[in-house]
């Protein structure tokens, strides 16, 4: 079945703990991305990758890392994280950036709590 | 500054009736339209698409009218179902750029 996994569904940290969240998909996608929604700003990208080894900041990036090392994976660091990080989380995936239109494939979510 | 607006955060619609939710954008630089539909505890799903080309397409129930002179575009969803009741999204797209709509929570009542 095609799908983008995201692990783990919740998660509760303290401030300044490391953290990453899991993304990864099998559907042979070149473009992956994070984004975050909270109450009233619906969902705001984080950070993009457009294939292996390439990635670029969204409209929020700060405090967050990524990398792409394989394909199918892109995980979410959150090096220190802090309270106003507490959100939900969703990665999603597309066949091809280059490719006008096509349409994203997302994960199920993460909520994360930091205290 | 909000490049694309939902500005109905919640709406409410009788089974049967018509559902229009809308969304506007500010730049002309987005060229591709695509609707999201998402249940609680999950991610959102594609709905439907259209191309600036275009001013209307339609799948089944759902029709997507692109009005880009007013910058503004709607999903129509004919006739409403309670399954239909979830958060839509909008999400604008051009020159590599990617803007979602904070979403409306659409309730269809019985």
């Known amino acids: 079945e095609a799908q983008v996994t995201q692990n783990p569904r919740y998660l509760i940290t303290v401030t300044g703990k490391k953290l990453t969240v899991t993304c990864s998909q099998n559907m042979n996608h070149e473009y992956m991305s994070w984004y975050r929604q909270d109450p009233g700003l619906g969902l705001r990208q984080i950070y993009y990758?457009?294939?292996?080894?390439?990635?670029d900041k969204g409209d929020v990036p700060e405090g967050y890392k990524v990398s792409r090392k394989e394909k199918r994976n892109f995980p979410l660091i959150l090096e220190s994280p802090s309270p106003n990080q507490t959100s939900l989380y969703f990665c999603a995936s597309s066949l091809s950036p280059d490719s006008l239109g096509e349409k994203l494939f997302f994960g199920s979510g993460t909520q994360l709590s930091v205290l | 500054d909000q490049q694309v607006k939902q500005n109905s955060p919640s709406l409410s619609v009788q089974e049967g009736r018509i559902s229009i939710l809308n969304c506007d954008y500010t730049n002309s630089m987005f060229d591709y339209f695509l609707w999201y539909k998402k249940y609680p505890a999950e991610g959102p799903t594609f709905l439907i698409s259209?191309?600036?080309?275009?001013d209307k397409n339609e799948d089944g129930r759902f029709t997507v009218f692109l009005n880009k002179s007013a910058k503004h575009l709607s999903l129509h969803i004919v006739p409403s179902q309670p399954g239909d009741s979830a958060v839509y999204f909008c999400?604008?797209?051009?020159?590599?750029?990617?803007?979602f709509g904070q979403g409306t929570r659409l309730t269809i009542n019985p």
């Open positions: 259209i191309s600036s080309i275009k």
């Open positions: 999400e604008v797209r051009g020159a590599q750029k990617l803007v």
């Open positions: 990758s457009m294939n292996v080894e390439v990635t």
